[in-house]
């Protein structure tokens, strides 16, 4: 009898075995006839996405008088399997939005938005075909769609010293030298530079001229739903581009009104447009990388030397020619018509450099709501008070000399700088009760005035010169920034600075001085002498495009030839205390890379060949 039922159970435990292997192989099969069937109709399976810590997107803006508002910061984990529509709710970068102007009737800062950065953000690109991304790193440009622009690299001597010296004083620097943020007046025509404006919003973009038909932008110029720029998954918008945006050649040497009274209507310089198109990888990575697109003006341009001319494209992504390393450093220039400056930041010559003014704050009980100009927090430490009475002949007498005190008796490290407010006041900065920094210009503009609106866009074309960054170092500038980088799409740049050789003497018990040595200044990016908490001997500030500079061109010289090449598209930045910035201590911006979008570029603006 028992064996009978163990014989029973043995084959009913055999029979459910074999059911459930029956059933796991069932269902194996069912998933590979689903990705059979995805890949025959032009599916594609869901994509391994990475997480690691990133984050922005740039360079529209909105006009000034209104108030910037930056939703709050997003974070959270992204998960490892995740296809495009569950990313995009996922990504959110912060734009550089459309910069729009002063908008009647309606409430101050209701239209100027800005995006938080996300604190997780994704490095790798889902996984799917070349052609469905329009990449293709093997493709070569047949040739140039027409003859390209010729010309030298502009030099601004002031502009050079401004940014690669302390002392104020000695440059003698004029008003017009602070534009597209640190940048200057571009004397040199620059005939491939379009100014693009979006007319329902009243909203700037920037623009290069490729050929006779069409002109190269970024793009979230072409597609913002938050702008009311809305487009299909393809790409294509699904507003009215006749009605909506208007392309401006020819004006590069010319004054234009901020809000662009002077253009509209003019037949000279206005073209319209009949087509638009931004990459659909674009949309699909919810506007945070694959910022590039296109408009087809609404006739052919006639190319006049010097006045209306396409800019040559990349060959090759092959070449490299976008690419800094030890042994070959990339510069390059970017232009537009955008902000010339973004929030009340702090100069270069102060110890805190390039950074937000915190607002109001609290100094000696007293409130301040915007730059103090009474003497600054050094002019009323005691050591630096001590120093001054003793060494009237070192301490420092201009703004952007410092002395380094080494007090033995706390152990503490002094840096000694001017007695002055300086020219607009000083500031404590975002973040910091102790640093403190000179203010700069734009700071006495109060935001929602008609001042502030007016002297917050270029009225004329300003250009800057920025350094392309080794891919490692824009990694690590941008992971602690906390918004968004991918080395194979984009590049990053900024205005590179080294660290300035400054004295130390060293406070004895006794009271007296003794010169100690010759030390580098790192202001506070480096805690000890060997840097090891800062790896670059260089830091990026003060020159930068921004808001309302987005889809403008950034190019180069190679080789000292007289023809400037397109390598990148204004894309997206960020600054200081979570917030929209240009220009801001190592914030670098960021351009999407032209040559690795050359396929896509020549497959859908052929058309426009000369």
Request: glycine share 10%; aromatic share 10%; hydrophobic share 30%.
């Amino acid at each position: 009898m028992n064996i009978t039922r163990q014989v029973l159970i043995t084959v009913i435990l055999a029979a459910v075995f074999f059911e459930l292997s029956d059933e796991k192989n069932r269902n194996r099969r069912r998933r590979r006839r689903r990705l059979r069937t995805r890949k025959k109709i032009g599916g594609r399976p869901r994509a391994n996405v990475r997480r690691t810590i990133g984050g922005r997107s740039r360079r529209t803006d909105i006009k000034t008088t209104v108030k910037e508002r930056s939703a709050p910061r997003r974070s959270g984990r992204t998960s490892t399997r995740r296809s495009g529509a569950n990313t995009r709710r996922r990504l959110r970068g912060r734009g550089r939005n459309l910069i729009r102007g002063p908008q009647r009737g309606r409430r101050p800062g209701q239209n100027r938005l800005t995006y938080a950065p996300m604190k997780h953000a994704v490095t790798e690109l889902p996984t799917t075909s070349n052609g469905d991304m329009g990449f293709d790193d093997d493709f070569i440009l047949p040739k140039q769609f027409c003859p390209c622009a010729s010309g030298e690299p502009e030099y601004n001597e002031e502009w050079e010293k401004a940014h690669s010296r302390f002392k104020r004083s000695a440059l003698n620097v004029g008003a017009g030298r602070d534009r597209i943020v640190g940048g200057y007046n571009a004397r040199n025509s620059k005939p491939w530079v379009a100014r693009i404006w979006i007319n329902p919003i009243e909203a700037l973009c920037g623009g290069s001229l490729i050929n006779k038909r069409f002109v190269l932008t970024a793009g979230h110029c072409v597609c913002k739903e938050s702008q009311k720029l809305s487009c299909d998954k393809k790409g294509k918008p699904k507003y009215d581009v006749k009605t909506f945006i208007s392309i401006y050649l020819g004006v590069n040497d010319k004054e234009v009104h901020f809000m662009n009274e002077n253009l509209k209507g003019d037949k000279n310089h206005e073209f319209g447009v009949e087509w638009g198109l931004a990459h659909p990888m674009f949309l699909r990575m919810a506007e945070n990388t694959n910022d590039i697109g296109l408009f087809r003006l609404d006739k052919d341009v006639i190319i006049r030397t010097g006045s209306i001319q396409p800019i040559c494209l990349p060959t090759a992504f092959s070449d490299k020619m976008d690419i800094s390393d030890d042994d070959k450093e990339v510069e390059v220039y970017t232009s537009g018509w955008g902000r010339v400056f973004s929030a009340c930041v702090t100069n270069e010559l102060g110890p805190l450099k390039h950074l937000k003014c915190k607002k109001p704050f609290h100094h000696r009980g007293k409130r301040f709501d915007g730059c103090s100009s009474g003497r600054n927090p050094s002019a009323q430490d005691q050591d630096c008070k001590d120093f001054y009475r003793k060494f009237k002949d070192i301490y420092p007498r201009e703004e952007g000399e410092v002395v380094e005190i080494y007090v033995k008796a706390n152990k503490t490290v002094k840096d000694c700088y001017v007695k002055s407010a300086g020219k607009y006041g000083w500031c404590p900065g975002v973040g910091s009760s102790e640093k403190w920094g000179w203010c700069e210009k734009s700071c006495k503009y109060e935001e929602g005035t008609p001042e502030y609106a007016k002297n917050i866009l270029a009225s004329r074309l300003q250009e800057a010169k920025v350094t392309i960054l080794p891919l490692s170092h824009c990694k690590y500038l941008i992971t602690k920034g906390k918004y968004q980088y991918w080395g194979k799409l984009d590049f990053c740049a900024g205005r590179k600075k080294h660290f300035k050789t400054i004295q130390r003497y060293k406070k004895l018990k006794n009271g007296e001085y003794e010169f100690e040595k010759n030390v580098t200044n790192y202001f506070g990016l480096s805690k000890n002498e060997k840097k090891k908490d800062y790896p670059y001997d260089y830091y990026v500030s003060g020159s930068d495009s921004c808001n309302g500079d987005s889809g403008g061109g950034a190019y180069h010289w190679p080789n000292n030839s007289d023809t400037p090449v397109l390598l990148g598209i204004t894309s997206r930045g960020f600054g200081s205390n979570g917030q929209n910035g240009c220009g801001e201590l190592n914030f670098p911006g960021i351009y999407t890379r032209v040559a690795k979008y050359l396929n896509w570029i020549y497959a859908h603006s052929k058309t426009g060949k000369c």
